[in-house]
């Protein structure tokens, strides 16, 4: 602790004289000066004085964290032990065995394998318990703990105890960890004889180029017009949001403008090829959680009038970030720009703060959006996300539901299904169904298991009743919360019926990825899925398509 200290001073220290270095030609100077000098002291006599011994670097990091919220969420310090993770999602490259692992009932539980990776390859399966590595028991370790063990470079081995569901004996599966690069685009396929869909998760290096490929081979396959999936797309980098637009757009169109304090960093960026075809009729599919470069090509594709966007408003993230080296392998990520859509719309939410529960961007007056043209003469605006052209009510599900999948009960009997049904070879997605009687074993099933759970309505009438008795009230409204209470309890085998088609929909779906990996849990919703068939309502039918886009 002593030695870091020792470390640490000096650093400040040093900062200091850098800052005093540069001649002060404002009270900005003097003022920068000051507080650094200020901060090194408070710090020197914190350590020296506090009851406690404390740690530096944690003392530190809150300090530069708490200073940079002050600014925007996106404006962060990456410490070196975070590196490895920001790489990955800029990349979608990482060194490991190529599964998606987290912890259920406390044991680490592989959730699914990475097709064609190195797990899938060694043979682990969704639901394969995780006791030990390399001979390390991992009861009572951390989930952090558990990373840390995983971790290796690229071509050394790794051993995993494994207990499988309807096998007693543990027993060891050697994987060697390789390079994973993480398919931004997990999924390409065609949802009708003559509609592709292609889904994006994220805007990592080169996926400009895996779109365009993808969108050629299912034009091979008969695909005659394209669904864009943006749904949950944080975004990632922008010139890969100019290289997927450029996809669909002609060459030379502007995409994106950007505009920050420093000219420098003032940039418009064109699109620099042909597209791939720039008159195939397409539908982007957006929703709250479609951020940052998935707005540029949302907002590009409405602007220009190239496509259909269909769901909900996007997030509302208007910003560019650079990365600056700092010491020590650390790194800040700096807002530098804002950026605006061909346009000339900025889609950041005005109010950071004023999000709703879902993280959709809360109501903007009237009064303080922009009206701006698309080339066709649609209004359009500003403020705060890109309003979709026919928007769709998100799908919800009810509590029952949503308690099995928080509770895990639908992962653990889609495991237990796979195994009892070995017999079964579903020759694609859609053949994984329930029939009724197989939905009556999982209602048994589900009997035999602890399961429980609280709805909205019964919660919210125990905060009332908790809320009547702290007023001294409870007494006289007695009677009323009785009958209150008995109306909102909950019935498990009356909603297992009520809600059995989007229960058996989850099911199917898990069920689906324990034969196609994820690639079959996202083919499988297709036909339930509102956005994807409301998409598929509108591009069979070309009149209606070509009026949204013409209407004025």
Known sequence: MIRKVKILVPIIVGFIVIAAAVKPSSDRYFEILKNLDIFATLFKEVNAHYVDEINPTTLIESGINDMLETLDPYT????????????????????????????????STVIMPYEGFAAEEAGLRAGDEIHAINGIALEGKSQEEVKYLMKGQSNSAITLTIKRF????????????????????????????????????????????????KVLDLMEQGAEKIILDLRGNPGGLLHEAVNVSNVFVEKGKKIVTQKGKVRANDWTYNTLNDPVDPNIPVVVLTDNGSASASEIVSGVMQDYDR???????TFGKGLVQIERPLSYDAVVKITTAKYYTPTGRCIQAIDYSNRNEDGSVGKIPDSLKNEFYTSNGRKVFDGGGIDPDIEVEKLTFAPITESLVRDDHIFYYA??????????????????????????????????????????????????????????RYDQLKNHFDRLEMATKPNM??????????????????????????????????????????????????????SILNTQ
């Not at 060697?176 to 889904?199: F, H, L, Q």
């Not at 496509?307 to 408003?313: A, C, Q, S, T």
């Not at 099933?445 to 009438?461: A, I, M």
């Open 307 to 313: 496509g259909v966007l269909i769901g909900r408003k």
């Open 166 to 213: 309807g096998q007693i004996e543990m027993f060891d599966v050697e994987v060697k960890r390789e390079k994973i690069a993480v398919d931004s685009v997990p999924y390409a396929g065609m949802v009708t004889d003559d509609i592709g869909y292609v889904r994006l998760t994220s805007f990592t290096q080169n996926v400009g180029r895996s779109i365009g490929i």
């Open 415 to 472: 495991t237990e299904y796979f195994y009892k049904n070995e017999g079964l070879n579903p020759e694609k997605p859609d053949d994984v169904r329930l029939s009724d009687q197989e939905y009556e074993e999982f209602k048994k099933w589900l009997g035999k298991r602890d399961f429980d759970y609280t709805s909205k309505v019964e919660r919210e009438t125990k905060e009332l009743i908790a809320l009547a008795k702290k007023e001294k």
């Open 493 to 546: 085998g009356e909603d297992l019926e009520t809600f059995k088609e989007e229960i058996k929909m989850l099911l199917e779906q898990e069920i689906a990825g324990r034969y196609f990996f994820e690639k079959g849990m996202l083919e499988s919703t297709f036909g339930k899925d509102p956005d994807v068939q409301m998409a598929v309502s509108v591009l069979n039918d070309p009149d209606r398509y070509q």
């Open 76 to 107: 962060n310090y990456i410490g070196a032990d975070e590196i490895e993770t920001y790489r990955m999602m800029t990349t979608g490259e990482y060194s490991g065995i190529g599964a998606i692992v987290e912890r259920k009932d406390g044991i």
